[in-house]
T-cell receptor, first 117, second 111 residues
Framework: GAVVSQHPSRVICKSGTSVKIECRSLDFQATTMFWYRQFPKQSLMLMATSNEGSKATYEQGVEKDKFLINHASLTLSTLTVTSAHPEDSSFYIC?????????????FGPGTRLTVL | AQSVTQLGSHVSVSEGALVLLRCNYSSSVPPYLFWYVQYPNQGLQLLLKYTSAATLVKGINGFEAEFKKSETSFHLTKPSAHMSDAAEYFCAVSETYDMRFGAGTRLTVKP
């Protein structure tokens, strides 16, 4: 089956630094990738929709300048948390949609746990 | 580590019929359980969640799910399917962080 990887799986950083998280579709091309975050004991919150070769579409309330998303190729999307603060500590999950049709399913990465000190 | 199994990658029902989407979980601690729905080209939307309160959880759009610890199940039901329910549904489990998803079940509703 389709596999999506995320790197790193865990990251600890100091406040004020930037952290990049990679999301890769390993055996398929993903025209659309989604980025989510999860706070402890909470459901996922969609942050943005990323389409290859175009700007990401951010959900209301998500700061574009803080959470930079780049979808440079059909197999890679990156999320950069700029000037991270402790409140950005969270679990970040990406998913990749197989194929170009809207009816194709999406596959989830294993997630990245970010801790900002 | 927690995990989720969704039985049936595709489910087809007639409009007005009962919807039953199956989900079984594995968790070493009392879990939090979620059902999400995905419409074409959109991100996930939360349907409902179980957080150790009432075992029967009511969600949006007429869906509900029952947590059965003895069966390690959290099946999603709706008494009467509507055409607009056609979508992909994901069951997920989380212990604190680290949400894990099932493979998804695509629901088709026939007129």
């Amino acid at each position: 089956g389709a596999v999506v990887s995320q790197h790193p799986s865990r990251v600890i950083c100091k406040s004020g630094t930037s952290v990049k998280i990679e999301c890769r579709s390993l055996d398929f091309q993903a025209t659309t990738m989604f980025w989510y975050r999860q706070f402890p004991k909470q459901s996922l919150m969609l942050m943005a929709t990323s389409n290859e070769g175009s700007k990401a579409t951010y959900e209301q309330g998500v700061e574009k300048d803080k959470f930079l998303i780049n979808h440079a190729s059909l197999t890679l999307s990156t999320l950069t948390v700029t000037s991270a603060h402790p409140e950005d500590s969270s679990f970040y999950i990406c998913s990749a949609q197989l194929g170009e049709r809207g009816t194709d399913t999406q596959y989830f990465g294993p997630g990245t746990r970010l801790t900002v000190l | 580590a927690q995990s989720v199994t969704q039985l049936g990658s595709h489910v087809s029902v007639s409009e007005g019929a009962l919807v039953l989407l199956r989900c079984n979980y594995s968790s070493s601690v009392p879990p939090y359980l979620f059902w999400y729905v995905q419409y074409p080209n959109q991100g996930l939307q939360l349907l409902l969640k179980y957080t150790s309160a009432a075992t029967l959880v009511k969600g949006i759009n007429g869906f509900e799910a029952e947590f059965k610890k003895s069966e390690t199940s959290f099946h999603l039901t709706k008494p009467s399917a509507h055409m607009s329910d056609a979508a992909e549904y994901f069951c997920a489990v989380s212990e604190t962080y680290d949400m894990r998803f099932g493979a998804g079940t695509r629901l088709t509703v026939k007129p």
